[in-house]
């Protein structure tokens, strides 16, 4: 399964930012905003191009609008009104307070401006807003049952919101446009390490990194000081949200400490209305801001009055924020127009203007900005760029990247070249897959998948090594310990049973789970290997070599103690050996006495070994001191094997016993061992060894059989 | 009273504690969800009985259980009551206990139990019905406009009000409604608010769109207030004062008024003072909510000449409501308090266990699931290689990865391979010893697949066959690889036992038990075939 990513608009560009993201069967359109640097059909997204157009309301899941700046929000009521988009909308709810404003500030403007003929009219907005469902930050918005949304904390204006959505397995976050530093009135963006498949990230500021924000804001205060106190008027062509809020609280601030009693307007339209907005939504604010509320609401400002048109021409000096921003058109273009010629006066462009405005022209510092055939107007003022802006420079585009962990990344909502530039170090300092298209085209990324399984309590305690914290601590932590813990290789069995789902069980449940028992397969040989002396002759060989064993097993009873002990010492080694466990069985297996003991499987084991009673270690005991009877002989097939083996293969040498791997050798006096293939007279110089091994050590155990045929025992 | 009680009369906590224990206070939104120790995840959902109160989902890896508490359906100052998030519960905790303060609640009629199957898709639109019924928040704004009118009539007779309700909402609602009504009636009398925490509370009310009721929400849209008592204040209409020693009330006041001062059992406060001024007024009017013991708490200000006016808000789900909500969550077990009254509703259907808790008691939930819902990557699925099992109604396969634990949900994903880029030095040495041993083995053993046997002893792997060796199947099977053999079959202490002895191409004994079969030869190639077939008729993994 893919997610495909199709940028309708803001691709290698700023403007009309819309990103439709299909995956599992859902389709979530990611923002829906207009390009203000044209006014034709370019100006909104080419909706066409999305799979299904002609029925929208199936083809899309969800709308969902990360803030209310038109380049975001712009062609919404075009796409519900006039295309008839039906379904659901989501935003947060200061967005969903101040679009409309936005909305109907920008029809106002075009209608006013060229007397063009309306995109969507006053009513369509409020139609359109009615639609909007609201959302609170970190609410988990179930869309529908396989989709599901949640808003993070953008900064950048107020109500900026950027959006997780998860549909089935995959993952995609779409940031719209954040700030990862805070500012007068906003906080920084803030968002959960998500480890999603797919981040679509703004890069306005793709290759920039900002000086400190106290320099810019002094920078902007003399400006702006400089020009009143010259008489001068200054103008602030601005969006009636967001900026102009920030920068009049920063105005504000300063002409009470100045106490200065130039006059600060608000153009009409802007406004006193749209601080009442502020007001009420200061929750959404930095915490600066909220924790003073009470007292005194920030967006109370004490200087600032309304403008009235007349005071356009008057004289003194005076700042005006007037809508709308870039110097697009409407009231700001009019002042524009009768302040630009004057030297006194002073243009204030804060943040961004689209290719395309007056506002763009203006950074290149021109003589003349020519805006038809009849208009050519001369520009003698002072022009100051405010270089701070509500966008994340490069620093904060990294730090978010690596802080969201995605698999991969798009960049939208920036320029070309830039974004070229930060794609590349992404790649490299990140080493995470980034893409950068152009609009109408589609990226495919891989999504991680999952099965839905259940897992039994076992296997997961099994395959864990994680150490619980219980601490209160946790809680407020909360979402910082999200990231899964230390884990091992984990190891268990899965079975499907049609229309069921799939369970993975740890391997020792298996056969309970299935209602069965296991069927131990083995293979056993006995067969002679060649000694070099009669077999009954095995004793005196004993002897003769200074060992002090008895053949007889009633010997020297202090012998026998130490045997026995030392057999419990090397039981005590032999039982952390787990790999040897079902060796350990069978050879108790092999004392009645004890059979009740070793009927147990797993790790239980050796605790039951370490509940024996006296009397079976006595036993026990006995038998190990039987085999250890036999010792010399073996002890020599050993030195031999693990000479043929060599030191890395795993074999050992217990009483009575070499084990490798499943495989056991004895000696076997048994006669009539059920495993002779051949009989035993006819190797009168051979002693016989018992071998088995589990089937799956089959090819090693054939081999280590005929070595040992080919092998010569004999004492030299 | 004597001087036991007195000992009880010791500071609980200052004001610092509470701050200090604010502090340590996690805050969430509504539906936000937060993990806690990496295994349960807690939601918070609209409770609707006042602003910001809730009902907690907490999801564990093997159930989840929804602590009910008193919900209302609509309110007209907080968000409704957001039932429709409750659903798919395992385990709801019923934990409204409004009814037994609330007189109004009557005990359902029983007779439903004799409703037939067919009456129930009746019954669960009727309960769809019931539900988002607004005849609630209908009755809650006439209970409003009634003590509305009640204070209207008391001040038009020259006389003062004292409003003392703690539910903030329905406060707020009512200082709006009073305000209206005086200004319909043309009265310009003032409101005093006096409380310690009333100014902070309006000015709160007034920034928390969020967490409203949906027409208060509208508002923010229009740019109006939420509340209007910004617009009151503004007005000079409402008066705020945190107790009646402030400076500034003395110049404010005025009689008549209308005073609301909050306290629980007229104890402590403004509401005290106010009160004694005015409980020989029989013109002046005290409005309360239902308490358990109205005497008790005039007690001490008798005789007592004002009016009294009791109400009671809703402040909880009616009991008639318990039922159609249960029907419409769907939950497996609800565990209700024990209490004769919500043991008499009709449960005839059985479609959930219904437990009962009481007080001091631990109450064991039975276990729902036995396994823990997980995730398997594809990655590691698509790799899968399942065997079908004898049977035939299963298939089972071994599986490795690695498991994630985040935000509560167990993932099985691959290991992730060692990254050559970012290696480690010592790792890297590490990899040469290895790469270098097992070339030594190579050399030594051949052709002995050394490295597959390593890798299976480090995981533990032990192959496991089972079932039960039906000898004439094996026979079938040997066959089928060209050996043929004769059965010996011969009962033992501890059951059945079986010989297969096979003499061409070679010697081979097969000794087969209930519970494990041992195969006997010196012949490599022999042992290989037989092994094979003895494999092909069990299962294995
Ligand atoms: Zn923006
Ligand atoms: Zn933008
Ligand atoms: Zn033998």
């Not at chain 1, 984990?490 to 298996?510: D, F, P, S």
Request: with cysteine; charged share 25%; net charge neutral.
């Amino acid at each position: 399964m893919t997610i495909e990513c199709l940028v309708l608009g803001a691709g290698q560009e700023v403007g009309k930012s819309c990103v439709v993201v299909t995956t599992g069967g859902k389709r979530i359109m990611f923002d829906c905003g207009m390009h203000m640097g044209y006014q034709d059909r370019r100006r909104y997204p080419n909706f066409s191009l999305i799979p299904g157009s002609n029925d929208f309301d199936t083809a899309i899941t969800c709308i969902i609008i990360t803030h209310f700046h038109l380049d975001h929000i712009g062609a919404l009521p075009y796409f519900t009104e006039v295309l008839g988009y039906q379904g659901p909308i989501y935003m947060t709810y200061p967005t969903k307070a101040l679009a409309p404003l936005m909305l109907e500030d920008y029809r106002k403007v075009m209608v006013d401006r060229r007397g063009e003929k309306e995109q969507f009219t006053a009513q369509q907005i409020q139609g359109c807003m009615k639609k909007v469902t609201a959302v609170d930050l970190k609410q988990t918005v179930q869309v529908d049952k396989d989709l599901e949304i949640r808003a993070y904390y953008a900064g950048h204006v107020i109500g900026a919101a950027m959006f997780y959505a998860k549909v089935g397995s995959c993952t995609v976050v779409y940031t719209g446009d954040y700030n990862m530093t805070p500012d007068r009135h906003l906080g920084a963006a803030q968002i959960d390490r998500l480890y999603v498949d797919l981040l679509i990230t703004e890069s306005t500021y793709a290759n920039s990194v900002r000086e400190s924000k106290l320099a810019r804001e002094r920078d902007f205060l003399t400006a702006v000081h400089k020009c009143v106190a010259g008489g001068g008027k200054v103008l602030i062509p601005i969006f009636a949200l967001g900026r102009a809020q920030e920068l009049c609280m920063l105005l504000d601030d300063f002409w009470e400490r100045m106490n200065l009693k130039i006059p600060i307007y608000f153009s009409a339209g802007l406004t006193i209305q749209a601080n009442m907005y502020y007001k009420i939504l200061i929750g959404w604010t930095s915490q600066k801001v909220k924790d003073a509320y009470v007292t005194r609401n920030a967006f109370d400002f004490k200087n600032v009055c309304d403008f009235d048109r007349s005071q356009m021409t008057a004289p003194g000096p005076c700042v005006l924020f007037a809508t709308p921003g870039m110097l697009s058109g409407g009231f700001s273009l009019e002042v524009f127009k009768q302040w630009a010629p004057s030297e006194m006066n002073l243009i204030c462009l804060p943040g961004y203007c689209v290719y395309g405005t007056v506002g763009n022209k203006l950074m290149s510092k021109p003589k003349q900005i020519i805006l038809d055939d009849k208009t050519h107007i001369d520009v003698r003022c002072q022009i100051h760029q405010l270089a701070f802006t509500a966008h994340t420079d490069s620093k904060g585009i990294m730090d978010l990247i690596k802080h969201v962990s995605p698999r991969q990344v798009v960049l939208v909502h920036g320029e070309r070249p830039n974004m070229e530039i930060l794609r590349e170090r992404i790649k490299s300092e990140l080493t995470i897959e980034c893409h950068i298209p152009a609009n109408h085209e589609t990226v495919s990324v891989p999504s991680t998948q999952i099965v839905k399984v259940d897992m039994t309590k076992a296997f997961i305690k099994h395959n864990t090594s994680m150490m619980r914290r219980r601490v209160l601590d946790d809680i407020i932590e909360g979402n910082k310990t999200l990231t899964g813990l230390p884990s091992k290789v984990a190891e268990g069995i899965i079975v499907m049973e049609k229309g069921k789902r799939a369970k993975i069980v740890h391997q020792e449940e298996l056969l309970p789970f299935l209602n069965t028992k296991e069927h131990e397969v083995h293979c056993s040989y006995c067969f002679p290997v060649y000694v070099g002396i009669q077999s009954g002759e095995v004793s005196m060989a004993k002897k003769s070599e200074g060992l002090s064993i008895e053949r007889d097993s009633k010997g020297s009873s202090m012998q026998k103690d130490l045997d026995a002990l030392s057999a419990e010492r090397n039981l005590k080694a032999f039982m952390v050996e787990k790999d040897s466990r079902s060796l350990l069985e069978r050879d108790l297996e092999a004392l009645p006495a004890e059979r009740n003991l070793a009927s147990s499987s797993g790790t239980e084991v050796a605790i039951e070994i370490d509940q024996m009673s006296e009397k079976s270690e006595a036993l026990f005991a006995e038998r190990c001191l039987a085999s250890l009877d036999r010792h010399p002989l073996l002890h020599l097939l050993f030195l031999k094997l693990k000479e043929w083996i060599g030191e890395v293969e795993n074999i050992q040498e217990l009483y009575g016993c070499i084990q490798l791997n499943s495989m056991c050798i004895h000696v076997c006096g048994n006669e009539d061992c059920p495993y002779r293939t051949e009989p035993a007279k006819e190797y009168d110089r051979a002693l016989f060894f018992c071998c088995s091994w589990s089937w799956v050590d089959e090819k090693l155990a054939r081999r280590v059989v005929s070595f040992m045929k080919d092998l010569d025992l004999s004492c030299d | 009273m004597n001087g036991l009680d007195l000992v009880n009369w010791q500071c609980l906590y200052s004001a610092a504690d509470v701050k200090v224990c604010l502090k340590k206070v996690h805050t969430l939104r509504y539906a936000e969800e937060v993990c806690y120790d990496n295994t349960l995840i807690i939601k918070p959902f609209s409770s609707g009985l006042e602003i910001g109160s809730s009902n907690w989902r907490i999801s564990g890896p093997r159930r989840n259980l929804m602590y009910l508490t008193s919900s209302v359906f609509e309110s007209d100052h907080t968000m409704d009551f957001d039932y429709r998030s409750l659903q798919g519960s395992d385990v709801i905790l019923f934990s409204d206990c409004s009814y037994v303060h609330n007189t109004e609640y009557k005990v359902p009629c029983t007779s439903s139990a004799s409703l037939s199957s067919d009456c129930y898709s009746d019954r669960a639109n009727n309960a769809a019905e019931l539900l988002s019924d607004n005849s609630e928040s209908l009755k809650e704004m006439q209970k409003i406009g009634f003590i509305c009118s009640c204070a209207v009539n008391s001040v038009k007779a020259g006389g003062c009000v004292l409003i003392s309700i703690g539910r903030i909402g329905s406060s707020l609602v009512l200082l709006e409604q009073l305000s209206l009504m005086l200004d319909s009636s043309d009265l310009k009398i003032p409101i005093f608010l006096l409380s310690t925490s009333a100014e902070e509370m309006l000015a709160f009310s007034n920034v928390i769109p969020e967490w409203l009721c949906n027409q208060r929400q509208q508002k923010l849209y229009s740019g109006e207030a939420l509340f209007s008592h910004t617009e009151l204040l503004g007005a000079k209409k409402i008066h705020v004062f945190p107790g009646v020693d402030s400076p500034g009330l003395i110049n404010a006041w005025q009689e008549p008024c209308i005073v609301f001062s909050p306290h629980w059992n007229l104890r402590i406060g403004p509401v005290v003072h106010l009160l004694r001024r005015w409980r020989g007024n029989e013109k002046c009017l005290l409005v309360i909510e239902h308490m358990m013991d109205t005497d008790i708490a005039l007690l001490p200000f008798k005789p007592l000449a004002m009016k009294v006016l009791q109400c009671s808000f809703l402040s909880g789900i009616r009991l008639d409501k318990v039922q159609p909500l249960m029907e419409k969550l769907q939950p497996k077990i609800v565990l209700y308090p024990e209490d004769s009254r919500i043991r008499v509703l009709p449960d005839d259907r059985n479609l959930y266990t219904i437990l009962y808790y009481t007080k001091n008691e631990t109450v064991r939930i039975p276990c729902l699931r036995n396994e823990i819902e997980a995730e398997l990557s594809k990655d590691l699925a698509i790799g899968l290689k399942p065997k079908l099992l004898k049977n035939g109604s299963m298939a089972i396969a071994r599986v490795k990865g690695k498991i994630n634990l985040n935000l509560g949900r167990h993932l099985l994903g691959p290991v992730p391979e060692p990254s050559r880029t970012f290696q480690h030095e010592d790792e890297k040495d590490l990899m040469d010893v290895v790469s270098v041993e097992n070339s030594r083995i190579f050399q030594r053993r051949g052709d002995l697949p050394v490295l597959a046997e390593k890798s299976s002893r480090i995981f533990h792997n032990r192959v496991v066959h089972w079932g039960s060796m039906d000898p004439s199947m094996l026979l079938v099977a040997l066959e089928e690889r060209g050996i043929n053999g004769t059965l010996v079959k011969h009962e033992t202490s501890s059951g059945f036992s079986c010989k297969i002895h096979v003499s061409e191409p070679n010697k081979a004994v097969i000794d087969i038990s209930g519970s494990s079969s041992v195969i006997s030869t010196g012949d490599e190639s022999l042992g290989a075939l037989i092994l094979e077939a003895v494999s092909s008729t069990l299962d294995s993994i």
